[in-house]
C-alpha cells in the first residue's frame, strides 16, 4: 500500500502512527489521543545530531519526544539495535509502555511484525513468519540501577533519560560503556533536569557548551513547555523581578510570558522555594545551584552571579582587589601535594573589616613552592595573619612558615593541664568539631550576602558540594579546596581585632 506521506520523516511519521496518553484531567482521566510534538519536541526532532545532550524542566515530554524519534526508527529501519537507560525501574517500566503503546496503536498497513516483548525488551525478528524479510531491530529499556545491565553488543541509538539522577558511584562507567558501543553515524542523546552542579550529566553539558567534546547542548526553559501555565482569576501586577523576566523571555525566545505562565511561576515557586530553579530552569547558568542534597543553598549562590569578577592574574595568583594601608587581613590556607591528578592548594585572602574575599593562590604547586608564595601573599596584604591547616602538606607549609620566622601566624589557643596554662599551637585544625561551625558559619555568610566574593570558582565548588547520609560528598573529579581555605579565613577572621593590637605573648610554640 502505497503511504500518503515519507515513513522515514519522524515529523510526518509521528503524528500519524503513534498515540500517547494525556495528562489526567480535572476528574482524573487520561485520553489517547495522536501524538502531536511540542514545541520543544518539534524543535529537537528538526535540530538533532549524532550526539546531543539535552537540559530541561521537569515533566516537558522531552523523554516521549526522544522516544518518538528512535521508535519510528526502530519499526521502519533494518538493524536497530537501541537501548534506554533510566534513573530507576519504576520509570524503566512507564516508558516501556510508552513504547509498546507506539506498537500497538500502529496502523496495519505500517505496523511490522513483532517476534516478543519481554520484560523490557522487544524484538522485531529478521525473517518474518511467511518467509519474507523483517527488520531484524531490537530495542532494551533498563535503570542505571541495575546490576545486571549488560552492554556488549554495538548500538545504533542509546537515549539516556534524567542522567543526573544515575548513582554516582556507577554514572562515569556506564556512560563509558554505552558511549563506545554506539557507532560514530548513531545517536547518543542524554538529557535531564539539573540536580546540583557536579557529576556526569554537569561535566558534559558543560564541556558540549564549550565546544570540547563533540556533543550540542540544547537547553529548553520551562516556558517552552505549554503545560506550564495554571488558571488566573483576578489580573496580576507584575514584580520588578517578574517584568525583568518577561523582557529577558522574549529577548531570547521571542515568547511572551501570559499570566497563565506567570501564576504557574509564582504558585511553583512558593511551593518549591529554590529548588523551582533546578525543577523548571529560566538559564543554563544558576539552575545547577540548588540541589535537595545541596549543603549550601542554591538561592542564595544564584545571587553571588551578579558580582563575578575575573580579577587580575599574576600566575598562580588572581588579584581582585589590592592592599589597603592600615586594614588588616588574613589568608585561610589549604594545601595539597602539587600532583597534577590531585587536588589544588589555596590561599585565600580576606579584607577583615568588610569580610571581603580579595585574592585567591590557587594551584597544584609543589608544598615548598607553595609556603614561598603564601610568605610573599602574607607581606602583601599588610602582613595579613596566616592559618594553615595542619593536615598532610600543611605540615610542611606551615614549618615552613614557622621558619622564616613570618610574625603573624595564626595560633590555636589550648588549655595545657600540665603546665595549667594556655598553650599557642600554630595553625588551624579541621575537625569533627570544627568542620559544623565552618560550615554553619559559611551558610551563613552566603544567605546573608555578608561574605562579599567575586570568585567564580568558589561559587561553582560550593554549589557542587552535596550531603552523602552526614557526610559531606564532592562530585567525581571536583573539588572543595577554595570552599575549605575561605572556611578557614571566616573562621580567623572571627578572631582578628579591626585595629592593629599587640599581640599576646605565646608560652611556647607546638612545633609540628
Same mark, same amino acid.
Given at each position: 500500500m502505497e503511504l500518503d506521506y515519507d515513513i522515514n520523516n519522524p515529523l510526518e511519521y509521528i503524528p500519524r502512527n503513534f498515540k500517547v496518553l494525556t495528562k489526567p484531567d480535572q476528574r482524573g482521566m487520561s485520553s489517547l489521543v495522536p501524538m502531536r510534538l511540542w514545541k520543544s519536541q518539534e524543535f529537537y526532532a528538526r535540530h538533532r545530531t549524532n550526539r546531543d545532550i539535552i537540559l530541561k524542566n521537569r515533566q516537558t515530554g522531552m523523554s516521549t519526544g526522544i522516544m518518538g524519534l528512535n521508535s519510528q526508527a526502530l519499526f521502519t529501519t533494518p538493524y536497530e539495535r537501541q537501548i534506554l537507560v533510566t534513573n530507576d525501574d519504576e520509570t524503566s517500566e512507564? +516508558?516501556?509502555?510508552t513504547i509498546e503503546r507506539f !506498537?500497538?496503536?500502529l496502523p496495519e498497513e505500517v505496523k511490522p511484525q513483532r517476534d516478543w516483548a519481554s520484560g523490557r525488551r522487544m524484538r522485531l525478528p529478521g525473517i518474518k513468519r511467511d518467509g519474507t524479510e523483517g527488520l531484524d531491530c531490537y530495542i532494551s529499556i533498563d535503570s542505571a540501577k541495575s546490576d545486571s545491565l549488560g552492554i556488549g553488543r554495538t548500538l545504533t541509538r542509546a537515549h539516556l533519560s534524567e542522567v543526573a539522577k544515575y548513582p554516582p558511584a556507577k554514572e562515569f562507567q556506564l556512560y563509558a560503556d554505552i558511549s563506545q558501543t554506539v557507532s560514530p553515524n548513531g545517536y547518543m542523546t542524554l538529557e535531564s533536569t #539539573?540536580?546540583?552542579r557536579g557529576g556526569l550529566f554537569y561535566q558534559i553539558y558543560r564541556e558540549a @557548551?564549550?565546544? @570540547?567534546?563533540? !556533543? @550540542?547542548?540544547?537547553?529548553f526553559p520551562w516556558w517552552w513547555d505549554e503545560t506550564c501555565v495554571m488558571p488566573v482569576y483576578e489580573p496580576l501586577t507584575l514584580t520588578a523581578e517578574e517584568a525583568s523576566l518577561c523582557n529577558y523571555v522574549f529577548k531570547q525566545d521571542e515568547i511572551e510570558l501570559s499570566p497563565q505562565q506567570l501564576q504557574f511561576r509564582r504558585v511553583k515557586i512558593i511551593e518549591l522555594k529554590d529548588l523551582f530553579w533546578q525543577e523548571y530552569p529560566e538559564n543554563d547558568v544558576d539552575c545547577w545551584l540548588s540541589s535537595d542534597? /545541596? $549543603?549550601? &543553598?542554591? +538561592?542564595a549562590l544564584k545571587k553571588y552571579y551578579e558580582m563575578l569578577s575575573a580579577g587580575r592574574g599574576e600566575g598562580n595568583l588572581t588579584v581582585w582587589k589590592d592592599a589597603i594601608g592600615g586594614e588588616k587581613y588574613v589568608i585561610g590556607v589549604d594545601c595539597a601535594g602539587g600532583y597534577e591528578k590531585g587536588d589544588y592548594s589555596v590561599a585565600a585572602v580576606l579584607r577583615v573589616r568588610s569580610n571581603e574575599y580579595v585574592a585567591r593562590l590557587r594551584g597544584k604547586i #609543589? #608544598? &615548598?613552592?607553595? /609556603?614561598?608564595q603564601v610568605l610573599r601573599l602574607g607581606e602583601r596584604y599588610n602582613m595579613a595573619e596566616i592559618a594553615v591547616e595542619k593536615a598532610q602538606q600543611g605540615h610542611s607549609v606551615l614549618r615552613y612558615v614557622l621558619e622564616a620566622n613570618y610574625p603573624n601566624i595564626y595560633e590555636a589557643q589550648d588549655y595545657d593541664s600540665i603546665l595549667q596554662q594556655v598553650i599557642g599551637k600554630p595553625g588551624w585544625v579541621t575537625s569533627s568539631r570544627t568542620k559544623p561551625i565552618m560550615i554553619d558559619d559559611l551558610a551563613a555568610s552566603f544567605r546573608s550576602g555578608d561574605l562579599i566574593s567575586y570568585s567564580r570558582n568558589l561559587i561553582e565548588e560550593a554549589s557542587s558540594l552535596v550531603w552523602d547520609e552526614k557526610k559531606i560528598k564532592k562530585p567525581s573529579g571536583g573539588y572543595d579546596d577554595? $570552599? &575549605?581555605a575561605v572556611m578557614i579565613a571566616l573562621q580567623v577572621r572571627e578572631g582578628a581585632p579591626l585595629i592593629e593590637t599587640k599581640r599576646p605573648k605565646v608560652v611556647q610554640y607546638a612545633r609540628v
Open positions: 512507564f +516508558l516501556f509502555q !506498537y500497538n496503536n #539539573p540536580r546540583g @557548551k564549550e565546544g @570540547k567534546n563533540g !556533543y @550540542k547542548s540544547f537547553f542534597i /545541596a $549543603v549550601f &543553598d542554591g +538561592l #609543589p #608544598p &615548598d613552592m607553595f /609556603a614561598e577554595e $570552599v &575549605d
